[in-house]
């Protein structure tokens, strides 16, 4: 069987390796595949393990998990679910598909100051990012779309209010980094990174391949009003990666920059909107500040990187 098996798997790999395209092709159907089936069975799993009806899924997933056993913990472990089985999964087989021969996390050793300066540079380009989000009122779509503009207002603020009541449930925090914070580092770096980034940087000049593909991870997060901000700190994430040649810096950084939304929210950071300070000169001054020092650390992070 490995016979017949083994020239086609080598010309296809070597079909691949021509192509990023049909590569990252390849990639988007497997991510569909996998995604359905796997999260099908890991709704059943979970629909067991709790006691839930089929109806209380819907309920469960937008926070209104009052009359569900054990609602928060069956919504972490869906979160969980969904960040292994979309992209890391994905990830994982496109590299035993056609890269085996490679390490999964990339090109070692590790320049071990990139994993400080990573997360550090996340962490300085919060201000910046937090300027660049759109405040849901000052967006107004054509009359002829205000259906849609209402549904993407009301999927948002369903999202932050739901995020919201897990993130502040009493005595969860370190379950809270786990899941929110840290599996998402992992899986999404594991795919965003390493698999989608990589083939743009086949086909595409590095910045154009880092800024599509951050582009790309901000768009995947169905979130409208933080587009911008997601996607440069996607930038920040590819760069890493990008000069690191390894997912270790990025997934430590991201880490870092999901950690700290997970601890404010839980000391009582709102998940929408911004304190009364933070307006006007204030805003603009922390968001010049942020994208200068941003900016000096991505040189230090080239510079080490050539070294």
Not at 117 to 123: D, M, N, V
Request: proline share 5%; net charge neutral; aromatic share 14%.
């Amino acid at each position: 069987m490995s016979e017949f098996w083994s020239p086609f798997l080598s010309n296809f790999r070597d079909a691949c390796r021509r192509s990023p395209w049909l590569t990252l092709t390849l990639g988007v159907l497997v991510l569909m595949v996998v995604a359905m089936v796997g999260m099908r069975i890991a709704f059943s799993l979970i629909l067991g393990l709790f006691g839930m009806e089929e109806s209380q899924m819907t309920d469960l997933i937008q926070g209104n998990w009052e009359e569900i056993p054990m609602g928060t913990l069956a919504f972490r472990v869906i979160q969980m679910a969904n960040q292994v089985l979309v992209w890391l999964t994905p990830a994982w087989l496109m590299h035993k598909l056609l890269t085996p021969e490679t390490h999964f996390w990339g090109n070692f050793p590790l320049k071990v100051s990139l994993l400080w300066l990573g997360p550090l540079a996340t962490l300085c380009s919060i201000p910046l990012v937090s300027a660049l989000e759109i405040s849901p009122e000052i967006i107004r779509l054509p009359a002829a779309w205000g259906e849609l503009e209402q549904w993407i207002k009301a999927q948002e603020a369903t999202g932050a209010r739901t995020l919201g009541l897990v993130l502040k449930e009493p005595g969860a925090l370190w379950i809270n980094l786990i899941v929110f914070a840290l599996t998402p580092a992992i899986c999404e770096e594991a795919f965003f990174r390493g698999f989608v980034q990589k083939q743009f940087q086949r086909a595409l000049p590095l910045h154009a391949a880092i800024w599509v593909s951050a582009a790309v991870f901000s768009f995947v997060h169905f979130q409208f009003f933080g587009f911008f901000s997601r996607m440069v700190v996607g930038a920040i994430l590819g760069y890493l990666y990008a000069y690191g040649r390894n997912l270790m810096a990025p997934v430590m950084a991201h880490f870092f920059f999901n950690a700290f939304s997970v601890v404010a929210v839980s000391l009582g950071a709102p998940m929408e909107g911004s304190p009364d300070w933070w307006q006007g000169s204030t805003r603009v001054g922390l968001a010049l500040a942020s994208a200068g020092i941003t900016f000096l650390l991505w040189r230090s992070i080239k510079r080490i990187s050539h070294e």
